[in-house]
Every structure is written in C-alpha cells, then in structure tokens.
C-alpha cells in the first residue's frame, strides 16, 4: 500500500486496524485516513532513528520498561487463562478464612428527640419526659410493629428513618459508632433480644430510643455468597506467586553480582543516628 524509508505498510494491516477500531475495512474514506496516520507516524520514527532520538538514555530506560511490564502481562495473562475449578476455589476459601470475615451487625429502629445546643435545662427536661413517654409507650405497644412504627413517624427527628418506622437498616459497632458516639453505639448494640428496647439515652445533642430488629453475630460468609470474589482473589494470589517463581527462575539461570558491602553500607547510612547523651558536669 505503501513505503517509507524502506518499511512498508501493507493494506492487509490498515484492513485489520480498521477492524479493531470499529471502521470499514474496505471503506477507501476510512483506509485513506489510516494510511495518513501511519504515514505521519513512520515519518516522525524514521527521524527519531536518524537524530538518534531513540537511543538516548531516557528513551532507552522507558523503553526497557514498556518491554519488561509487557512481558509480564502476556506472563500473567497465561496463568491467568488456566481457570481454576470449583474444587481449587472452594479449598482457597477454607483456607482463607478471615479474607471472608463479617463482623457482628444489627438492624436497628431509632427514635431520636433533638435537643438545640442553647436548649435551657427547662427545654431540656422536656424535651426528656416526652423521650421517656416515647419509651413507655413502645414497650406497650411491643408486639405491634418490627420497628417503632407510626411512633417514629410522629416524634422522631431522625428524617433519614422517621418515615421507614425508624428502621436504620443493618450497622456495624463501627459504623454506630460513627453515627453517634461511643456511648450511644454500645448501648444500641448492648441489646440481646429480637423486640428488646433499649432505656432512654441521653446526651449532649438530645435523647435516643432503640428497638432490636434483628441481630446477626460475627461470621464467614457462605462459599456459594463470595465465590466469584475468592476466585479472583485466588486468581491474583497465583499470578504474583507466578512472577516471583518467574524471577527466581531467572535469576538461577543468569549472573546476578550485588556489591554486598555497598548494600550493607547504605543501610547504616538509613539507621537513625543515635542520639548522643550530654556529657557530664564536672567533677567539683
């Protein structure tokens, strides 16, 4: 199709390009288009060799690079084409437990009453009987609801759950935690029972009520529930132990010097210094 500099660029090439761009590989418009852009780039390669472009240290370290991160992938890509079977994976998960750990959780209902930072202790001791009416009132109407029901719907001051029954969804101590405070998590989380709720909690930005939904305890999660994530956990575990049996059998069969002593030198020079205790007074 065409010659620069003695390279050709045939048009079985500009065909496949155009294929694996999504253009017409017979259309002249689009052949045409390709043909000037591998043109222009041969051009500017064929003066890059000339000048000596390509030779220079940092095109040769980047070079080196390109080629030895290429070689690895088509390494990897290899292993990574030999599909584990179930009974490799299931054997992986038992054998990696904790990457499969859950912490306990709890699906709580809440109802929160706010109380104003400039609340006076009037406002405040209100603001405290109507929490424990609220909680009177749940532990009467027990039963009724999973959650607390129209009750939050009417008192809370939680507008993410209010209108869900103050259901909170399931949470970690963590994630509580971070919601409200130390305090306030391990008292939700202090509940045992389905149904049980929690006294009024009090504190600085107002008063809490919990309702136990349900409670899951720490656990593994199930195989057929993380099979395709311990597969490809699996699957990244054997490519790096790939490349390191890569460089080892590389390293038997090539000559590899390392100036020991040099090494040994630039870790002292890494240490901290110690530190010099000041002398002493003298005697009198």
């Known amino acids: 199709m065409a010659r620069v500099d003695g390279v050709d660029i045939p048009l079985e090439g500009l065909r496949a390009e155009a294929a694996r761009r999504g253009l017409d590989p017979s259309s002249s418009k689009d052949l045409s288009g390709l043909l000037d852009e591998r043109l ?4 500017v390669l064929s003066e890059a060799r000339r000048t000596g472009f390509d030779q220079t240290p940092a095109m040769r370290e980047k ?47 809440m109802v929160y009453i ?3 930072s400039n609340a006076d202790a009037e406002r405040r001791g209100e603001a405290r009987r109507r929490a424990d009416e609220l909680q009177a009132r749940a532990e009467a109407e027990a039963g009724q609801t999973r959650h607390f029901g129209a009750m939050a719907m009417e008192n809370s001051d939680d507008q993410a759950s209010r209108y869900r029954g ?9 994630q509580a935690i971070g919601a409200w405070g130390q305090a306030v998590a391990e008292a939700a989380f202090s509940l045992a029972s389905v149904g049980q709720i929690s006294p009024v909690i009090e504190t600085a930005d107002g ?10 305890e720490e656990g593994i999660r199930p195989f057929e529930e993380v099979r395709e994530q311990a597969a490809e956990q699996m699957k990244r575990e054997r490519m790096a132990e790939g490349r390191e049996a890569l460089y080892a059998e590389l ?3 090539s000559s590899v ?19 010099e205790e000041p002398p002493g007074l003298p005697a009198q």
């Open 257 to 275: 010097e390392i100036n020991e002593r040099l090494l040994e030198n630039l870790r002292k020079s890494d240490a901290p210094a110690r530190s």
């Open 114 to 116: 706010r109380v104003p």
């Open 166 to 174: 103050g259901d909170l969804g399931w949470l970690t101590m963590e």
């Open 63 to 109: 070079w080196e690079r390109f080629v030895v991160g290429r070689y690895l992938e088509e390494k990897e890509q290899s292993l990574a084409s030999n599909a584990a079977t179930d009974a490799e994976i299931l054997a992986w998960y038992r054998n990696h437990p904790e990457q499969f750990r859950f912490p306990a959780r709890a699906n709580l209902a």
């Open 207 to 216: 008063f809490y009520l919990f309702r136990l939904i349900e409670r899951q």
């Open 40 to 43: 222009h780039s041969q051009l």
């Open 251 to 253: 390293r038997s069969r």
